[in-house]
């Protein structure tokens, strides 16, 4: 049987830390996880269920290359903010966040070809949900800063001198 620690504080959570650290390390993260989503929705984009006659082809034909790449800006200002605000608050796994939004973008892209300005719109949808995922964050850490302060008097009772 597995023993659960007595204190919470001696839970050491992974996936919900603050990250600081240098720059270098910072952007790193934000090319390798842009890089994993993209990369993914591409993969995903040429996989097949079933026999062509029975569905539809994986990616629409056409020019894939503008996709790759609007989705990897997307990607790298996604990662940034979430970045951003994982080196100040806790963030619950900010990589599951970017990850996910740019392969379903990418996926949604090279399978159905959209116009720019379709684009721009699963680009607006994505960049939200990140914006809300970070909210989120900082709604959590600032609840948790007001928990640990001490509770003040009430005003009505006057309070000694």
Do not use: N, Q
Request: glycine content about 10%.
């Amino acid at each position: 049987m597995m023993d659960l620690p007595e204190d919470p504080a001696d839970i050491d959570d992974e996936d919900a830390r603050v990250r600081p650290g240098p720059f270098r390390r910072h952007a790193l993260w934000v090319v390798a996880v842009t890089a994993a989503g993209v990369t993914l929705g591409w993969v995903g984009a040429l996989f097949r269920i079933g026999p062509e006659e029975f569905g539809l082809p994986p990616a629409a034909p056409g020019a894939l290359w503008p996709y790759l790449l609007a989705w990897t800006v997307i990607g790298v200002a996604s990662a940034a903010l979430l970045r951003c605000v994982a080196a100040r608050v806790p963030v619950y796994e900010p990589e599951s966040a970017v990850i996910g939004v740019v392969m379903i973008g990418t996926r949604l892209s090279l399978g159905w070809r959209p116009e720019p300005l379709e684009v721009a719109g699963l680009a607006a949808v994505g960049l939200l949900l990140v914006a809300v995922w970070c909210a989120v964050a900082w709604r959590g850490a600032s609840v948790v800063r007001r928990s640990g302060e001490a509770p003040r008097p009430p005003r009505d009772t006057p309070t000694a001198a």
